[in-house]
């Protein structure tokens, strides 16, 4: 990805082409290094596959418990293997900008006419299209593998944007950590704490109609689980529209006080050197 070379305004006022320009470049920036790397792009598709076809294949059976109200379990187990590796990816996210610090590629941006706020949406950004990219291939690996999307494109549509939000969530938490506390071992922590229970506290293998009491109440508020029923819903015959924009609404919203936090934590930091 090519684009112009950043050049020193006369003002360091933020301007939305200024912006998106400087937004524009980092991405490309973030994404030209990755493409050197296509045995990272195929690694990060492993455990996804493992996922999918591992737990498809020893859960296929549980669609026959009465109430689950699915045909096919892998079709049932793809938007929730989208919002998985969404999540987990993103967590990931602060790890990154605690080894642009470590390099000192961070201070150096800091000298340049680079806009202070497309160092953190160009992060935004490149987690978006990475994302977007695997839940597709997860898609595609699910119709190789029998499931059906009556929901047509569309409904995939859905999937890939409500894991993209997802992982915006994350990613600017994970951000947001990196910024203020300056250590892997904290955002390491913070995956291995929460990744499993907000996983199995959602709709991702089961549905929430055979769970306890308590567990449906604690789903309702897991933004993992808005994503999962927001994407399934739209890969059905009959999509409930109103839930999905309600969930995707949700997603919305969250994402933007997210990255909001990761700027905010930004500038802490910029003080700081």
């Not at 070379?5 to 524009?24: D, G, I, K, M, Q």
């Not at 839940?135 to 894991?163: D, E, F, N, Q, R």
Request: proline share 5%; aromatic share 8%; glycine share 10%.
């Amino acid at each position: 990805m090519t684009a112009a070379p950043l050049t020193a305004p006369a003002s360091r006022a933020v301007t939305v082409p200024r912006l998106a320009a400087h937004t524009w470049f980092l991405t490309g920036r973030r994404l030209h290094a990755l493409a050197r790397q296509p045995a990272v792009v195929v690694g990060n598709l492993v455990q996804p596959a493992i996922w999918l076809f591992l737990f498809g294949s020893l859960f296929r059976r549980v669609v026959d418990i009465p109430g689950f109200g699915h045909g096919s379990y892998l079709g049932y187990l793809v938007p929730g293997v989208i919002a998985m590796n969404a999540m987990n990816a993103s967590m990931w996210a602060g790890v990154a900008m605690i080894e642009e610090i470590d390099r000192g590629t961070l201070n150096r941006f800091l000298t340049s006419p680079v806009s202070r706020l497309a160092l953190m949406t160009s992060g935004v950004a490149d987690q978006a299209v990475t994302t977007g990219l695997q839940s597709v291939a997860i898609l595609l690996l699910g119709l190789l593998g029998g499931a059906h999307y009556p929901g047509g494109v569309a409904g995939c549509a859905v999937v890939v944007a409500a894991g993209v939000l997802l992982g915006t969530v994350f990613g600017g938490l994970s951000n947001a950590m990196g910024m203020m506390l300056r250590q892997r071992e904290a955002i390491i922590g913070f995956n291995v704490l929460f990744m499993l229970p907000l996983t199995f506290l959602s709709s991702a293998f089961m549905p929430t109609a055979l769970m306890p009491h308590w567990m449906r109440v604690v789903t309702a508020c897991n933004p993992l689980d808005w994503a999962v029923r927001a994407g399934r819903s739209a890969l059905t015959a009959d999509p409930d529209w109103s839930a999905i924009a309600a969930r995707g609404g949700g997603l919305l919203a969250l994402a933007v006080v997210c990255v909001a936090v990761s700027v905010a934590t930004f500038r802490y930091y910029q003080k700081s050197v």
